[in-house]
């Protein structure tokens, strides 16, 4: 046998045996990989239990945050519309100094008289629901000329006032509720 063709049958025999010891290798090494990885590993995604687990904390997230996200909005809309009333007090304050004699006055007379700029809309309805009523009368507790400013709304009792109330006295009271 010629000596080239002895080391081709040897070099052919040796990279086989040599490349199938690498794919045993390998076999083995992905074998040994799998039992070795612990079983979390090995599947993929999330089961139900986890998903259902998952679901019930953002159901408590929620059942914790949305009822105080309802009252400080409550809140911020009562205190708007207490603003409303302040506004409508000192533009009425100004109107009476110079129509001291008028008895019924309304927000569309402070609007029209500009004294304000627009009539101002209650926050939690978006409409224009206040009232001005006299109420110092002879005999009242009230000093002659005392007005009442109150929102006719009854969209409030989530911040925790009575139909009505908020109510502004001329004197600077803020009243919100009946008590």
């Known amino acids: 046998m010629p000596v080239a063709l002895y080391f081709t049958k040897y070099n052919a025999t040796v990279m086989k045996a040599k490349y199938q010891s690498a794919v045993i290798k390998a076999q083995y090494q992905e074998k040994e990989k799998f039992i070795m990885m612990p079983p979390t590993y090995r599947r993929r995604g999330f089961t139900l239990v986890e ?30 519309c ?65 007005y009442a400013l109150k929102c006719e709304s009854n969209a409030h009792k989530a911040a925790g006032c009575d139909n009505g109330y908020p109510k502004l006295v001329t004197n600077g009271d803020i009243y919100y509720t009946k008590n």
Do not use: W
């Open 82 to 146: 207490v603003q409303n009333l302040k506004a409508i007090d000192t533009a009425l304050e100004t109107y009476l100094i110079r129509h001291p004699a008028t008895s019924d006055i309304t927000v569309e007379m402070l609007v029209d008289a500009e004294y304000l700029k627009a009539a101002p809309k209650c926050p939690s309805t978006g409409t224009c629901c206040y009232s001005i009523t006299p109420c110092g009368k002879p005999g009242s507790q009230m000093p002659y000329g005392a």
């Open 51 to 80: 998903m259902m687990i998952v679901i019930a904390i953002i159901g408590v997230i929620a059942s914790i945050a949305v009822p105080s996200f309802m009252r400080s909005r409550a809140e911020g809309q009562l205190t708007g």
